[in-house]
């Protein structure tokens, strides 16, 4: 969550409140109570350092992709349910490469876990 405050986000919605309250109390952060409008963040340029996965049923999604230039490798955090991601080098030849996002293939360039991602029936 920390994280995520510090790359100036208008608001967060999790089912974690005791987290919420202490990260937010340690970070000097005012919580919005259920009749507080969130409003819509004026931040749309992710860090040039970093990328984030979250688990899904399986494994490991991107939930903030990497740079231009980079693959965000994803990993399961055994026994948390949860996933972290850490950029890697990729090959730029590649257009996901050039202009990562967060779907399955860009996933795949990072070599990690992108069991998450599920097969769309047809």
Known sequence: MKDYINRNVQGIITNRIALAKRVAVSMGVTMANVSTP??????????????DCDYH?????????APSKKACKCRYKDLMWTCEGSLVDCDVSLPKCLNPDASKEACQLGQGDCDGYQEELH
Do not use: E, L, M, R
Request: proline share 17%; with cysteine.
């Open 38 to 51: 969130i409003p819509t963040s004026k931040f749309s340029t992710p860090p040039v350092d970093k990328c």
């Open 57 to 65: 049923k399986g494994g490991c999604t991107i939930s903030w992709p």
